[in-house]
């Protein structure tokens, strides 16, 4: 079956430490990765995406994601976390097959907490 | 820009009641899908609408269907309800709905059931 999984459920870190956070997902075909991140209060947000090309992308706030095709993953990354990170994080997955549409695969999402 | 507007952002319910959930896209969108987020299951996809047809479903129960307007806003309709569909009801748009096109949230119509 068609589905993304992410590593880690909750996460705690105290600032300045660096993150990552695990995304691997199981289809061999053509897929387009997300990751969203929600902050407490607010809706889902977009924080980078992978569709082709460089496979180290570039988000918002400082955060990047390696697509490694051999291992199936997408992994989140940044060098040093602030209190303001703290939210919940989302790997999606578009592709399976799907067709053209947007239907996104979602993992069960990572909490972050960041301790001042 | 406005963003995705779900309404309303609350709705208590009963079993055995029905609900209808509206979205109103981001402005130039065409496709909107819909959400079903708990904290046991995740977010899950519902089905997703593009110029009025729907386009794709995931796999939930007849009970859950949908519709979308000429002007892309669409409505979503659980009947018969359950204790189990308590959840977060998220709705997304996009410019087409084309794989490599994010999706844009809104913030959710919380749906509770007695």
């Known amino acids: 079956a068609q589905s993304v999984s992410q590593h880690n459920h909750h996460v705690i870190l105290s600032e300045a430490a660096s993150l990552e956070l695990g995304c691997n997902y199981s289809y061999g075909g053509t897929v387009n990765l997300f990751w969203y991140v929600q902050y407490p209060g607010q809706h889902l947000q977009l924080l980078l995406k992978y569709f082709s090309g460089d496979p180290l992308v570039k988000g918002i706030k400082g955060f990047e994601a390696e697509f490694i095709k051999s291992k199936f993953s997408f992994n989140l990354r940044k060098p040093s976390v602030q209190w303001s990170d703290t939210a919940e994080y989302f790997c999606a997955v578009n592709g399976f097959g799907s067709g053209n549409t947007g239907k996104l695969i979602f993992g069960q999402g990572t909490t972050l907490q960041v301790k001042p | 820009k406005a963003g995705v507007t779900q309404t309303p952002r609350y709705l208590i319910k009963t079993r055995g009641q029905q609900v209808t959930l509206s979205c109103s896209p981001i402005?130039?969108?065409?496709?909107v899908s819909w959400y079903q987020q708990t904290p046991g299951q995740g977010l899950q996809f519902l089905f997703e609408?593009?110029?009025?047809?729907?386009?794709n479903k995931g796999n939930f129960p007849g009970r859950f269907s949908g519709r979308q307007f000429s002007n892309s806003r669409s409505e979503m309709n659980v009947s018969t309800l359950e204790l189990g569909d308590s959840a977060l009801y998220l709705c997304a748009s996009s410019f087409q709905g084309q794989p490599n096109q994010p999706q844009h949230f809104g913030d959710g119509t919380r749906l509770s059931i007695l």
């Open positions: 609408y593009f110029s009025e047809t729907q386009r």
């Open positions: 402005s130039g969108h065409r496709s």
